[in-house]
């Protein structure tokens, strides 16, 4: 979801580098996946007190502060925080990082979506070794269990993404729109607004992969299914063809403006009230108040609509996990590092910057609940991410080659939107083309 | 006389081709024009008023001031790394196409036409499909993410090599050369006396080809560099404009397109300074008396 329009882009010219990239890795590691030294809790405070120095491969923002108050408190480590590019951007250049065996970061920032494809590559350290067992509890239950893959823990959760809906209470006053609780309803907005106002859509959309996939997350899809190396693909379950169905009518009727999410014409939409809802994870408050000041007081917070009425599903969308790469050498040090960004003191640090935490804690504390948002007129908005946190469907799980599979979506579902293919038709094509790459991986696919 | 010249140039005029020239003209300036306009404006004029003109608050002063200023300046930063990249890559591949074109050309040697099969061959192969390739072979040497992984790759221009040779072979007359060691001058002096000058046009057009490939050059340090102390001007950017693009990012649109704007200056000024000498060159390189 954070991955970018222009990062989908440039793929195409990636694509040659991860190809390359993936292949010589596939031939070229000797696979040295037997089990880490374990290392005890006691190891990596030494290894705190007796210093070093650690490269943080990251493009979160917070992080910078994160960083800083951590050398403080650890003046013997230094940590090297490289911004090695966004999401998908930052993935080959690990990828090719991994291939070539050197230059690895100790610390890489993966997104949810991602890791399974880094450690089911046998690129991860499995944390457990680490002692990440006994955080247990420590965060939520979706960014938990989006770090387990295969039995491991292949990341700590650094900040998460229940999503909600976000709307221009201004334009919903003004066309005296209800604010939906059900998708069936929201389509009926939708009509309604831009009938009204032709200018004006519910929402925008161009096919973005981490939006799909949320949302047959949260109509309860399991399109995704991973046991060792065999993978089951079906775009065609339950959920999707529920998803699929509705988000349909918004399409034909050209009901969603044809802007890509992150563009210019994206944050000029948010701010003039032509796109009046985004449905999106909890980390889009930060966003909001830097990127749209124009939308400051007209915007408010509101569950996610529900595909039965009265029901309270929810769906992660997004968010990033702080992972170990296998060739790194500092492991403890890297540990203690993870720890204190994601369930340490550096969890406060980022929530006051403005990210959205993972942790329960944090989730549950008084403080973080009555937090007024003045940009969303004095509504104390994490109540409504808090409960989204609650309610995420549990059972979901990635693709371990979503990277790639995301990279194709727009090539297949996203002709949905600019030609006669049907949403379930460019679903079809996804998975077709998804599971041909998973296929060329070595994985059973069926 | 003067006249017949005049009239002549009037009686060739094609409607069609002026036409096509003005399309062309308009095509290459539209997306300067708007890069201009749109550097005077703040990010909240840049979202709600018409792109091909001035609105709002001229605010290209403090525009600029922001972009030198922005996340303690690491936009100067990056102009001098491109400087860098470009004074050593550029100007080293510059002074190795003079030396190898002048040598080609000028001297008999065995393996002659291996040679010039082979730098035809480079000339074929674009640099993309070679970084991959590069980037393995750097991270062996443990060179990546260091400036000699974006230097050293571009000292070699194929392309500019050939020009080197084909202008050297027309513009350095070989009596010239045969005079001067008459005269007793040795090899180097001959070069560097005699034919040196004879071959600034061509050294000038080369210099330019190189020094824009460096410039413009992304994808070498996309996949050589991750450290952004070591970016160029164009990896910088695109950094700038990706923190739009995720969560709890600070959109720069502004900050993106006024340094973009700085980012095109120097090229441009270099162009309009050495036109003179680039034009010369192509024409040299083209025509065979």
Redesign the interface.
């Known amino acids: 979801m ?6 989908l882009l440039r793929t195409a ?1 990636l694509a ?2 991860v190809a ?2 993936a292949a ?1 890795a596939a031939c070229g590691t000797d696979d040295n996946d037997g089990a880490t030294t374990p290392v005890t809790a006691d190891q990596v405070q030494s290894a705190l007190e007796a210093g070093g120095s650690i490269t943080v ?1 990251a ?4 992080l910078k502060q994160v960083v800083t108050s951590f050398q403080a408190k650890y003046p013997k480590v230094k940590v090297n925080l ?6 998908n ?1 930052q993935y ?2 690990l990828q ?2 991994i ?5 690895v ?1 100790d610390v890489a920032q993966i997104e949810y979506y991602a890791l399974p494809q880094f450690a089911l590559g046998k690129s991860l350290t499995d944390l457990s070794s680490l002692g990440a067992g006994a955080l247990d509890g420590t965060f939520t239950p979706g960014p938990w269990s989006s770090v387990k893959v295969a039995g491991g823990t292949f990341g700590l959760p650094m ?1 998460s ?1 229940p999503m909600a809906l976000f709307y221009n209470k201004e334009v919903f006053d003004k066309h005296q729109l209800a604010v939906p609780t059900t998708w069936e309803e929201y389509v009926a907005a939708a009509r309604k607004l831009h009938a009204a106002d032709p200018k004006a859509y519910i929402t925008n959309d161009t096919g973005d992969a981490g939006f799909t996939t949320s949302l047959i997350w949260q109509a309860g899809g399991k399109p995704f299914s991973v046991d060792g190396t065999k993978v089951k693909l079906d775009l065609a379950d339950q959920g999707s063809t529920t998803f699929a169905g509705t988000w349909q009518q918004l399409i034909s009727d050209k009901l969603v403006a044809p802007v890509g999410s ?1 563009s ?1 014409g994206w ?2 939409g948010l ?2 009230g032509t796109i009046a809802t985004l449905v999106i ?1 909890a ?2 408050p ?2 909001l108040e ?2 749209v ?2 939308g400051k007081g007209k915007w408010r917070v509101a569950p996610m609509p529900q595909w039965t009425a009265g029901g309270t599903a929810a769906a992660e969308n ?2 990033s996990s702080l992972a170990i790469p296998k060739a790194g050498a500092h492991n403890a040090l890297a540990y203690g590092f993870l720890k204190y960004a994601t369930a340490g003191d550096g969890v406060k640090i980022r929530i006051d ?4 935490p993972a942790t329960n804690a944090e989730l549950k504390s008084e403080a973080f609940l009555n937090k007024e948002f003045p940009y969303f007129g004095g509504q104390k908005a994490n109540e409504v991410f808090a409960q989204s946190a609650a309610d995420v469907v549990k059972g979901w799980s990635y693709l371990p080659f979503q990277v790639y599979a995301n990279s194709v979506f727009n090539d297949t579902v996203g002709k949905a939107y600019v030609s006669g293919t049907s949403l379930a038709d460019g679903l079809k094509a996804w998975q077709e083309a998804a599971a041909k790459y998973g296929k060329d991986q070595g994985f059973t696919v069926d | 006389m003067a006249a017949t010249t005049a009239r002549k140039a009037h009686r060739r005029r094609s409607p069609l081709l002026t036409a096509l020239t003005a399309a062309m003209l308009v095509y290459s300036l539209v997306p300067l024009l708007w890069l201009v306009v749109n550097a005077t404006k703040t990010q ?1 004029s ?3 008023s018409f792109g091909l003109w001035f609105s709002g608050d001229f605010s290209l002063g403090a525009n600029i001031a922001d972009t030198l200023t922005y996340d303690d300046g690491v936009f100067v930063r990056w102009l001098r790394n491109t400087l860098l990249y470009v004074l050593l890559g550029a100007g080293g591949a510059t002074v190795l196409a003079t030396l190898g074109g002048y040598a080609l050309a000028k001297f008999d040697f065995p393996g002659r036409r291996g040679v010039f099969a082979v730098v035809i061959g480079a000339v074929a192969v674009p640099g ?2 070679l ?2 390739p590069t ?2 072979m750097f ?2 040497l ?1 060179l ?2 260091t400036p000699w992984a974006v230097i050293i790759p571009s000292l070699v221009s194929p392309f500019g090599l050939y020009l080197m040779w084909t202008f050297a072979a027309q513009a350095v007359p070989g009596e010239l050369m045969e005079a001067a060691r008459v005269d007793g001058a040795g090899e180097l002096r001959t070069f560097l006396r005699i034919c040196v000058p004879l071959l600034a046009p061509g050294i000038v057009t080369v210099a330019l080809f190189t020094m824009v490939a460096t410039w413009n050059n992304y ?1 070498l340090p ?2 050589m560099l ?3 102390d070591w970016y160029p001007l164009t990896l910088g950017l ?2 700038w ?11 720069v ?1 502004h900050l993106v397109i006024t340094g973009s704007l700085l980012t095109i200056l120097p090229l441009l000024a270099a162009f309009l300074l050495l036109q003179r000498y680039w034009q010369s060159g192509l024409a040299a390189g083209g025509v065979k008396d």
């Not at chain 1, 954070?2 to 990062?7: P, Q, Y």
């Not at chain 1, 490289?82 to 999401?87: D, E, P, Q, R």
């Open positions: 954070f991955a970018n329009r222009r990062a010219a040659t580098a390359t990239a010589l491969w493009w979160e923002p917070t490289v911004n090695a590019g966004t999401g951007d080959t250049a090719n990082a291939a070539a065996g050197s230059g970061p900040d993404g992150w210019d944050y000029k701010g003039d994870g980390w889009m930060a966003n830097s990127g000041p124009a997004g968010g910057n403005g990210a959205f | 909240a840049l979202f709600d993309t499909a970084a991959v980037f393995l991270a062996k443990g990546t993410d994808f996309l996949i991750k450290d952004p695109n950094a404009n990706d923190q739009a693009a995720t969560a709890g990012g600070q959109p649109f």
